[in-house]
């Protein structure tokens, strides 16, 4: 459009990145004569966008770089550093599967969304939307044993590692109170046959996310229906708990 910016806040005219993002968000799009001035590697390495780009600081100068939800991350991990991948949160409902696969594809942000702690991979669990729900309300394809409960997300061209680090189910976990709810529906759901395994299984992960704090169950609404021993689904008037044999 005519008005100098900073190289990390323009994208090449055929950047990877620019059919992800919504119509109206930054960065702007690098004047097609300076790909004339010099080449494609040079643009990219003094910080003109083709993929995402990786960020890092310290905790201190975390906000400065403009990332969503960071102070939260920060008061959940309590990390001293941040490394993460920016502009996520201007990325289309829609391409969230092709966004995983270039997350997936460059080893910068690859490397960010696998870290320990990282906040991509703690953002995308809670942010992104997987043909239209939360990575966490699907499950791996290759985790054949929760597929009594939890639908496979359907044509993912990012791998296994990407997709469970971003919150994609590859075992029974339940991080807060909203999956704890949701996994009480699913086992109330009479379309769903779980077997009694898995249905001790997942009473086991509601348990233990109780115990380690990470579900109040004053935020979680008690189920008006419950699996049954018998794989039926019960109203809870007529369900009883056994405490002997």
């Known amino acids: 459009d005519g008005e100098p910016a900073r190289a990390d806040e323009l994208m090449l005219p055929d950047a990877a990145l620019r059919p992800l993002l919504s119509d109206d968000a930054p960065p702007a799009v690098l004047a097609p004569e300076w790909q004339e001035r010099a080449s494609r590697q040079v643009l990219v390495a003094v910080g003109v966008l083709d993929g995402f780009a990786v960020v890092e600081t310290d905790a201190a100068h975390a906000v400065d770089l403009g990332l969503d939800d960071v102070d939260r991350w920060l008061s959940e991990t309590g990390s001293d550093t941040v490394v993460a991948v920016r502009d996520l949160d201007l990325i289309r409902d829609d391409a ?141 008037a007529d369900a009883m708990v056994l405490d002997a044999p």
């Not at 189910?169 to 699913?186: E, G």
Request: glycine fraction near 6%.
């Open 96 to 236: 969230w599967p092709a966004a995983l696969a270039l997350l997936a594809g460059q080893p910068e942000t690859r490397a960010a969304v696998l870290a320990p702690r990282s906040y991509t991979a703690w953002w995308l669990a809670r942010h992104a939307r997987l043909h239209g729900r939360r990575p966490g309300l699907w499950r791996l394809p290759s985790a054949t044993g929760l597929g009594a409960l939890y639908d496979p997300l359907p044509g993912s061209t990012a791998d296994d590692a990407v997709l469970a680090a971003a919150g994609v189910r590859a075992a029974l976990a339940v991080v807060d109170s909203r999956d704890a709810a949701d996994l009480l529906t699913r086992l109330a759901d009479p379309d769903r046959r779980p077997d009694a395994a898995l249905v001790a299984d997942a009473h086991a992960a509601l348990a233990a996310a109780v115990v380690d704090g990470r579900v109040d169950p004053a935020d979680v609404d008690p189920p008006d229906r419950v699996r049954a021993l018998d794989g039926s689904v019960a109203d809870v």
